[in-house]
């Protein structure tokens, strides 16, 4: 996960290594999605074509951060998402 910040602009680009569908993890794509979306009273919001995110926390442990929110996906389905910066 990277985020680059504007004034209030947010652009959150995601990597994916892991996604589990409630049938196991799977391995995705190399291919980054970069998401739009602007920062608000501490949490991110972005979207995309892929889905909308809501990073509504942040933390750091060890040498890495992360960020917990949800994803609401194009069928309207809203899921757990939890992303990590090495």
């Known amino acids: 996960m990277e985020i680059q910040a504007g004034d209030r602009a947010a652009a959150v680009t995601l990597n994916w290594h ?3 569908f409630g049938e196991g993890y799977q391995s995705d ?5 970069t998401m739009n979306g602007a920062f608000d009273s ?12 809501e990073l ?4 750091h442990s060890g040498d890495k ?9 194009p069928s309207g389905e809203t899921v757990y998402i939890g992303l990590v910066r090495p």
């Open 29 to 33: 794509t190399d291919t980054p999605l």
């Open 56 to 59: 509504a926390a942040f933390y």
């Open 18 to 20: 892991l996604i589990d």
């Open 42 to 53: 501490g949490s991110v919001s972005a979207y995309s074509t892929s889905g909308n995110i």
């Open 65 to 73: 951060q992360y960020g917990i929110g949800t994803m609401e996906l």
